[in-house]
């Protein structure tokens, strides 16, 4: 029915600032996690259909749009044409919500807060081609670089200035929270430690060098699965197929630590080991790691290059009084996608990552059965590790809220702890999802995160591990660094 408000449970109170704010929210794209995120628009902050626009490069999504009576044109937005698009459409103290790819998330934030309009996205994102164009330099299209320009964004944008959120989904995004939260745990169970709860960076990386964290694994399983079968040369996903095939083909990114003793062959220091930030020579879809969940103990991933793995690590670095760095943990992403997915990105690798013959499917609705583990996995502490993180399972996620799965849903927990953040902090101006209060942010998003809590483990890397031969690394220091093994 048109206008009808989809219903989003639980209903527990929101901010004033959310609930009472009066503003338009134009969002930029409707895929997946755009027409997921329309009951939270609608449901849960309660705007009208009237103050909700969408601008959106595919076909998908137009039923949706309809039945909810928002208006939705079909228009990419490019770097040519987004200043006039823009101007027509957005006025001070609006949101712009970026669930985009191929749209600029430097340049787009950077034109809303010129003209007073707010700004939230889920990923650090490039122009259309700018991670998989061979012909631009790696640096121009690899995270390391996207980060660099959006620092320097930052630096030129700080408060106050209407607040712009960048990166603020699930991962990136939640997974920030995730690092505070379970060092707070971490910090509890330490008796020898007396001290109070962090409010600012540096704070927080003291902490992390205080409690001896070395490696920090962001840990993701998706095992959902749909009665349908997967089809020859189809890549079917829970998520979008456009990022997932980018994100597989760009060269695994991770935060090299301090403790590292030495550098693999085939990686590489993007600007020398002060800023810590490394790159291996191939694809992220066949780089691989092993890692841990609560479900299912010990399992393989892929080194994706994700933006919360240099922002974490940035984040956690402690600098002395002439701004020398003395700790910085590993850290890395560690993804194994549903196995449909899995199966497809194997084939795709295996053809040099060609995909003209390639068919594509969502899966969301359809999803039977499965869940997303997400997570984050904090390691240093002889003899044991410390995971927090999400464990929510599609049928729960279906009963959550309609048109999700249990990955989307856990992205619209992080967008919405982050308007929520951004509507009461309206003046914070360029910023990321750590400077989010941790505890508000769970608050916020823990409805729709099923199982989320804290477990212990003895698992590390090098733990039960099989080898067909002797490695020379494990007679090394026992945080070694190498492909097979990073942070073990």
């Given at each position: ?206 902490l992390a060098r205080a409690l001896g964290v070395k490696v920090v694994h962001i840990t993701e399983r ?267």
């Amino acid at each position: 029915m048109s206008g009808a408000t989809p219903h989003v449970s639980p209903l527990s109170p929101l901010p004033a600032a959310a609930t009472q704010w009066a503003g338009r929210v134009l969002m930029l794209g409707f895929g997946s996690i755009g027409q997921a995120m329309l009951p939270f628009l609608l449901g849960r902050l309660g705007i009208t259909p009237e103050r909700i626009a969408i601008l959106t490069a595919c076909e998908r999504g137009a039923e949706q749009a309809a039945a909810a009576g928002i208006s939705r044109t079909l228009l990419p937005i490019t770097r040519e044409n987004m200043a006039q698009t823009l101007d027509e459409r957005l006025a001070p103290g609006d949101l712009l919500l970026n669930l985009a790819v191929n749209v600029s998330s430097v340049d787009v934030s950077q034109y809303c807060m010129s003209i007073g309009a707010h700004y939230l996205d889920t990923s650090v994102e490039p122009w259309a081609g700018g991670y998989v164009d061979p012909r631009l330099p790696y640096i121009e299209r690899c995270n390391f670089g996207l980060r660099r320009l959006l620092t320097a964004a930052i630096q030129r944008h700080p408060a106050p200035a209407p607040t712009a959120l960048i990166g603020c989904g699930a991962n990136p995004g939640l997974v920030s929270l995730f690092v505070k939260r379970a060092l707070l745990s971490l910090l509890a169970s330490r008796a020898d430690l007396a001290r109070p709860e962090p409010t600012q960076q540096g704070e927080w990386a003291d902490l992390a060098r205080a409690l001896g964290v070395k490696v920090v694994h962001i840990t993701e399983r998706d095992t959902q699965a749909t009665a349908a079968p997967l089809r020859t040369g189809e890549l079917a996903n829970t998520w979008s197929i456009g990022s997932l095939l980018g994100e597989a083909y760009l060269p695994s990114e991770l935060a090299f630590g301090t403790h590292e003793p030495l550098l693999p062959a085939d990686a590489h220091y993007h600007d020398g080991p002060a800023c810590g930030s490394v790159y291996l020579e191939r694809p992220g879809a066949l780089n691989r790691t092993r890692s841990w969940l609560p479900q299912g103990g010990q399992f393989g991933g892929c080194i994706i290059s994700h933006p919360e793995t240099l922002s974490i690590a940035e984040y956690l670095t402690s600098v002395d009084g002439d701004a020398r760095v003395v700790h910085r943990p590993t850290v890395l992403f560690a993804y194994r996608p549903c196995d449909s997915a899995m199966l497809a990105l194997l084939d795709i690798a295996g053809n040099d990552f060609r995909t003209g013959d390639l068919t594509t499917r969502v899966i969301v609705e359809e999803v039977s059965r499965g869940e997303d583990q997400l997570g984050v996995l904090l390691m240093g502490q002889p003899g044991r590790a410390f995971w927090f993180g999400s464990q929510l399972r599609a049928t729960d996620a279906q009963r959550l809220a309609p048109h999700n799965n249990a990955t989307s849903l856990q992205v619209c927990a992080g967008v919405l702890a982050g308007i929520v953040w951004l509507l009461e902090h309206p003046a914070q101006g360029l910023c990321e999802p750590e400077a989010i209060d941790v505890h508000q942010g769970l608050e916020v998003a823990a409805p729709y995160l099923g199982d989320l809590s804290g477990v212990w483990t003895k698992w590390t890397p090098t733990r039960r591990r099989f080898l067909a031969l002797p490695d020379v690394l494990d007679r090394t220091e026992p945080w070694a660094f190498s492909n097979f093994r990073l942070g073990g």
